[in-house]
């Protein structure tokens, strides 16, 4: 009992539904219209560099999204200490109209079980509170990333809650400020919580809450390029590399390859302009794996190093815009269920936004990003009303889809250089919290390329080696 799978939503949800979805399909453009339906968002179009880029470049990022982006600026902070880098950024899409980033929920929060990912997690919140000593550019507007301070809320049932119990130590000693509550605590915090099935919950104290993505990408963006980033608008399409064949101690063959330049393919053109690099930035979200695979990555036989792909793809996820004047107010947590399900408020005046991960065999498909409404009646809602009875009574005013950068190997990032291209550093994978965790994974990659290792935080757990050892970094029972 209180699973979403095993209950039903109020009856009369079937009749009202439909009729108040609005689809952003229909819209103009889902960037658009999906950050229309969030209040206070600041989108506006981006110029981007109509010019071809340039001949030669130090490090070429492909993707400029919040990670490709963050990597960019970070790499500037670090050309002061050590000289100057030619950086350039390559991003296909200047609307965004698909980028992860844009049509993400905003969180950031401090409850994780790796202790990477915790520390990812601190270090960017305190980058964030700090925004304008880092992002802030000479007579322009400061950044506001229009912060909402709110804890997370999850719940654990009986079953799962020594691991929250256990995550809770984790966290604490990482330095991460959580409480734990009993189904009383936290029926006398939140009242209009039915703690039915609930064993135990835990809290963030501080650090915790949602943004503008927006902000965050567009600030990043302004911020490198006043530094002497080049942005420039086309599509990688391909790499010219040189190979290397090396034997293994265990007498195998290896290939080993070097990218000499990228192919980058100007908008509404068959041309491309090859940018000759020292180092590429594989920062392609949920495309990453896709822009590998041009080096062969993952094209060798399937028991060799060659035939081990990157595993990240794009997986769909839906977010719905639900309003319900009776719902919880101000103090709203951000709600994690055990069920999976979630909600946060949205702005004020009884708006929400809530969604869940499809089952692995229930995955959409994701050629589009057009919304299943039965999703929503099916999968998301019987748990909101389980757990908020309140919910009974909302209407969903809009819903948008967007692009996990869905690492199908164990769901977290992957940072860091791989072992087959010497020269091809990545960062993607986060699969749900890359948002949150760019200003540190930025910032630890441009250490790792700038001063050959990490001094921040130590991430190398989360380079390659653990895909190709099958040692996977799963977050114990946290989505
Ligand atoms: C519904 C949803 C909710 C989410 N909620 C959260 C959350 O609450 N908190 C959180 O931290 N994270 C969240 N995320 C995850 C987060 O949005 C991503 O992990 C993060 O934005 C990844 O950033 P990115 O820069 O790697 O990817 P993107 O923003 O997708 O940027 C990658 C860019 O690369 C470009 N590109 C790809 N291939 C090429 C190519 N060949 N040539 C040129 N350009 C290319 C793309 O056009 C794209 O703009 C959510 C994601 C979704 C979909």
Redesign the pocket.
């Known amino acids: 009992p209180g699973h979403g799978e095993t209950q039903t939503a109020p009856s009369s949800a079937f009749q009202t539904i439909p009729n108040n979805f609005i689809s952003f399909r229909r819209l103009t453009s889902i960037k658009q219209t999906a950050l229309d339906a969030l209040p206070g968002s600041s989108w506006t179009p981006l110029q981007m560099n109509p010019n071809l880029p340039p001949e030669r470049a130090d490090i070429v990022i492909?993707?400029?999204?919040?990670?490709?982006?963050s990597v960019a600026y970070w790499l500037k902070q670090k050309e002061r200490v050590r000289g100057g880098v030619k950086v350039v950024v390559?991003?296909?899409?200047p609307t965004?109209s698909?980028?992860?980033?844009?049509?993400?929920?905003?969180?950031?929060r401090q409850q994780f079980s790796l202790s990477e990912n915790i520390l990812l997690s601190l270090h960017s919140a305190h980058f964030m509170r700090n925004i304008n000593d880092h992002l802030g550019v000479l007579n322009e507007d400061p950044v506001d990333l229009q912060f909402n301070h709110s804890g997370y809320l999850f719940l654990a049932s009986e079953d799962v809650a020594h691991i929250m119990e256990e995550n809770y130590k984790t966290q604490r000693y990482a330095g991460a400020k959580v409480s734990l509550l009993t189904p009383t605590q936290l029926k006398e915090k939140f009242p209009w919580i039915n703690t039915d099935g609930v064993a135990l919950a835990s809290y963030g104290l501080e650090n915790e809450g949602?943004f503008d993505?927006w902000t965050l990408?567009s600030a990043f963006r302004r911020k490198a390029i006043s530094m002497g980033v080049i942005p420039c608008c086309?599509?990688?399409?391909g790499f010219q590399y040189k190979t290397n064949t090396v034997s293994t101690r265990e007498g195998d063959q290896v290939i080993l390859r070097r990218i000499r330049s990228v192919k980058?393919q100007m908008p509404n053109s068959l041309e491309y302009q090859p940018v000759e690099c020292s180092i590429v930035v594989n920062?392609?979200?949920?495309?990453?794996g896709?822009?590998a695979q041009m080096l062969g990555i993952g094209n060798g036989p399937e028991d060799s190093l060659t035939g081990i792909s990157v595993p990240v793809e794009p997986r769909k996820?839906?977010?719905y815009v639900v309003h319900c004047p009776d719902g919880p107010g101000l103090d709203t947590p951000f709600l994690i269920d055990y069920s999976g399900v979630y909600f946060r408020r949205e702005g004020l005046g009884g708006n929400y936004i809530a969604?869940t991960s499809p089952l692995e065999a229930e995955e959409p498909d994701t050629s589009d990003l057009e919304v299943d409404h039965q999703f929503f009646v099916d999968k998301v809602w019987p748990s909101l009303c389980h757990r908020v009875p309140a919910f009974e009574s909302l209407k969903v005013s809009s819903a948008?889809?967007?692009?996990?950068?869905y690492n199908t190997f164990d769901q977290n990032g992957i940072i860091g250089m791989h072992p087959l291209v010497n020269n091809m550093y990545f960062?993607?994978g986060?699969?749900?919290?890359?948002?949150?965790?760019?200003p540190a994974v930025g910032r630890g990659l441009a250490e790792l390329i700038i001063e050959g290792g990490y001094k921040t935080i130590d991430l190398s757990a989360l380079d390659f080696r653990r895909i190709l050892s099958h040692e996977p970094m799963l977050e114990r029972n946290i989505v």
Do not use: C, M, N
């Not at 390559?90 to 899409?93: K, Q």
């Not at 986060?430 to 760019?438: D, K, N, V």
């Open positions: 492909v993707g400029g999204g919040v990670v490709g982006w390559v991003e296909r899409d965004y698909r980028a992860s980033t844009v049509l993400s929920a905003g969180g950031i949602w993505p990408l086309g599509e990688v399409t980058v920062a392609a979200g949920a495309f990453s896709k822009l996820r839906y977010i969604g948008w889809a967007g692009f996990y950068d960062a993607t986060f699969s749900g919290h890359g948002l949150q965790h760019s």
